[in-house]
């Protein structure tokens, strides 16, 4: 068995959905895995190790800048043979596919600096699906993802809610004006570009 590194690469790492992906990653991986958070910095190192895992949000369409860090560090790497590069990332829209200019933009990066590229887990609905009964779709996937990790595959696999677009958006648009609502904010005020009363 390969020796494995997460990367978590959420810029609210503690409190992320990253981590709590990893955290149900982690039963199915069953192996222990070091563990890396991009926002805490420091050095990346990771003795013998044989794969690495990044986990991280999609945001605009893109890497997180947080974890631009993490990859630069990354293209020093020192050790070798390189590490294979497998990623795991999320999205709050339903469409998985909606992650795969991220998911080009680490390939694009192992295939410059010399790292094997591995799998890859889209998931849609990730800021969602966890809170839901959907959940049990999450933990496949991710049992798959270790499988694959661990066999040495290359595949792209996808998750999200089975929800129409009209049903996700209007259950989203619910979830937030409740949460509004608990902050005392209406939607009303959510759709305005002022996030600090003034
Ligand atoms: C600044 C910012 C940009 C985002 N951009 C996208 C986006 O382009 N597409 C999308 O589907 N979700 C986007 N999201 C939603 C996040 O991907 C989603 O909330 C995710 O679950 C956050 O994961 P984390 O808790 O691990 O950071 C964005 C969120 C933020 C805060």
């Not at 390189?82 to 998985?96: A, Q, S």
């Not at 799998?119 to 996937?141: C, D, K, Q, W, Y």
């Not at 004006?177 to 959510?190: C, L, P, W």
């Amino acid at each position: 068995m390969g020796k494995l590194l997460i990367v978590n690469g959420s810029p609210r790492a503690p409190r992320s959905n990253s981590r709590r992906y990893i955290e149900q990653f982690l039963p199915c991986w069953g192996e222990t895995a070091d563990r890396y958070t991009a926002l805490k910095g420091g050095p990346l190192s990771s003795e013998g190790c044989t794969d690495l895992l990044l986990v991280f949000p999609l945001y605009a369409d893109g890497v997180p800048a947080v974890l631009m860090r993490t990859l630069k560090q990354l293209a020093t790497w020192g050790e070798t043979p390189r590490p294979r590069i497998h990623v795991l990332v999320n999205c709050g829209f339903l469409e998985p596919e909606q992650t795969q200019p991220a998911v080009e933009m680490v390939r694009f990066f192992c295939k410059r600096y010399g790292f094997p590229w591995g799998m890859a887990l889209r998931i849609g609905s990730g800021e969602a699906i966890l809170n839901t009964p959907f959940s049990f779709l999450v933990r496949r996937s991710l049992r798959r993802l270790a499988a694959g990790i661990r066999a040495g595959r290359s595949e792209v696999l996808s998750v999200r809610m089975p929800l129409s677009r009209r049903m996700f958006i209007w259950a989203s648009g619910r979830y937030w004006a409740g949460y509004g609502a608990e902050n005392h904010i209406t939607a009303r005020e959510m759709r305005t570009m002022e996030i600090e009363g003034g």
